[in-house]
Structure formats: structure tokens, C-alpha cells
């Protein structure tokens, strides 16, 4: 798990465009740019196979955007394990993100990593849907998407 390189950059930003289908990411009223986030990525013989965006603020990180482009592979928990270390190197008391009412795989994996659910913004999707209207209205296990929980994993100290 490292920062990409330069070079590897324009590659992982196409990677994370495909995955979320814009570089703009709606989530809880804010347009985020995820080419203009900060990005952890995973490595692997060469090969991109995952990468987590996030921003800090007031002693809090956010995850913009996590990806295992590999699904089941133990990427998301590696991920997830540098983006704490980034957290407590940087400063933040509390990794936070968002998922939407549909996404339970997400919803799994974060609950059984530490993240307690915080808050829950019904219909913030349909909102969200004004401004990028490509966002789906049927998610995953044929579940509408409307929508949005966070999550948080408070730091302790190591």
C-alpha cells in the first residue's frame, strides 16, 4: 500500500472514472473531484488492484472512494489498514465514509472491521441523482438506491 507514482497517476484515475462512472462522486451534498483527492493504491506484481481516495478535515478522514478491483482478496482490508496508519500519521481521531442503503457487501465489510453506523440521510440519492442523474435507481440484490449511511471507525491509540 503506497501513494502511486506520477507516472502510475492518470492510469489509477481512469481505473477509479470507470469504477465510479464520472470523476465526480455526489455524496452527502458535496461534488467530490476523486482525481483531485489524495489515493492510496494496491499493488500487485505490477498491476493496479485497488486504491482508496480520501480527504482529512478537522481531525477526521473521509473515504471518498475504495475499490478492490479484486473482489474477496483481502484488498480492501489491506486498503483500509493504510488509510487508518495514514489517519493516526496524519492527525485524525476518526476514519469515516459513506455507502448508500443498497450496499450491503459495503455495509458488511465495514461493520465487520470496526465501523459503527452514524447517520443515515433518507433520500440524500435522490437529491444527489439531480446533479448526476446517470447515479442508478436500483443497486445491488435489486435493492432501490435512495439512501445514504455513514459509518466510523473512531482511532484509538495503537
Known sequence: MRAP??????????????????????VHGVGYDLTALPVIVAMHR????????????????????MNAFQPRRGIGTALLGAVVRTARHRGADLVWCTTTNDNLDALRFYQRRGFRLVGIRPGAVDQSRRRRPEIPTVGAYGIAIRDELDLALELRSP
Open 5 to 26: 507514482t506520477m507516472v502510475e497517476l492518470p492510469a489509477v484515475h481512469r481505473r477509479v472514472i470507470a469504477a465510479w462512472g464520472a470523476p465526480i462522486m455526489v
Open 46 to 65: 505490477g498491476h493496479l488492484v485497488g486504491a482508496v481516495t480520501y480527504r482529512i478535515d478537522a481531525g477526521r478522514m473521509e473515504l471518498a472512494s
